[in-house]
């Protein structure tokens, strides 16, 4: 067989113009498409990681507000708790206080009632004992509670000893005043004359004697110089009184407390 070289010529070259206008007009417009595509996938998935990033970035900063979030919670929930407990504690410490107030002040207004009723209560007496002393004295020996109070208060000095007697008569020689003579009712002048001898005589002196009647003295005599003093009066009389009165008052409730009875003799000091 005979080969046509002019024939093959022409396949060969029409097969090269034909690759080459392949390749010119749609091979590589295909590759540039393709690389187009590729570069924009590849875009796409670089901003897709951005944002996938992003995303991851803006979780983790709303992960981490929530924690602090929750922790700021938890420190506010117990700041409040604690707030409330010791504002309670407070209140109920404050609400003791008021009542524990209460009671030392119910206390005391009883105290002070029970002291100022006793007080009278034994006032009272004194004076009640004391104008039944004078009637029955007066009714039964002639003789005055007046004179009667006076002989003993004298015979009281007169029998005093020891260092009761010489403290009085310390006072008295020290004493640039006159000796204070007190006592509930004006003394006659014969009972004032008796007390001076008396004193005189006891102490060994010859003293001036400021006799003053006095509605607060106690219901008796009371003779003082100079921070000393030496009495007679009634109100040993009225010690087992004011006991009774006491109980009596302690009885009423067992939130009073029994006063002590300011009922003491006065004696040489």
């Known amino acids: 067989m005979l080969i ?3 024939t093959v010529g022409a396949q060969v070259l029409n097969f090269l113009i034909l690759v080459w206008l392949l ?3 749609l091979y590589k417009p295909i590759l540039n498409a393709i690389d187009a595509r590729e570069k924009q996938i590849a875009t796409e998935l670089a901003n897709a990681e951005a944002k996938k990033a992003d995303a991851q970035k803006e979780h983790d900063e709303f992960e981490k507000k929530n924690q602090v979030f929750d922790d700021e919670r938890g420190s506010m929930l117990a700041k409040a708790k604690q707030d409330a407990q010791a504002e309670h504690d407070r209140l109920i410490n ?4 008021d009542a524990d107030s209460v009671r030392v002040e ?3 207004v009883l105290k002070n009632d029970q002291t100022r009723l006793s007080s009278e209560i034994t006032q009272l007496g004194k004076r009640e004992v004391f104008a039944i002393a004078r009637k029955t004295l ?3 020996a002639t003789v005055s509670l007046e004179e009667r109070m006076g002989e003993v208060f004298t015979r009281r000095l007169q029998e005093m000893q020891g260092k009761s007697k010489d403290d009085m008569g310390a006072a008295i020689r020290a004493s640039s005043e006159p000796i204070l003579v007190r006592s509930v009712f004006d003394m006659p002048e014969e009972q004032k004359a008796a007390i001076r001898n008396a ?3 006891t ?6 004697l400021l006799f003053e009647t006095s509605g607060d003295a106690v219901c008796g005599i009371e003779l003082s110089s100079n921070g000393q003093k030496v009495g007679w009066n009634i109100t040993e009389y009225l010690a087992a009184l004011g006991e009774k009165v006491g109980a009596l008052l302690e009885a009423q409730g067992p939130t009073i407390t029994k006063a002590e009875p300011q009922l003491a003799p006065t004696g040489a000091q």
């Not at 102490?203 to 001036?208: D, L």
């Open 4 to 6: 046509d070289w002019f």
């Open 23 to 25: 390749k010119r007009f």
């Open 94 to 97: 404050e609400a003791k206080k």
């Open 106 to 108: 119910q206390a005391t």
């Open 138 to 140: 007066g009714d039964l």
């Open 199 to 201: 004193v005189n005589e």
């Open 203 to 208: 102490f060994s002196v010859n003293a001036q």
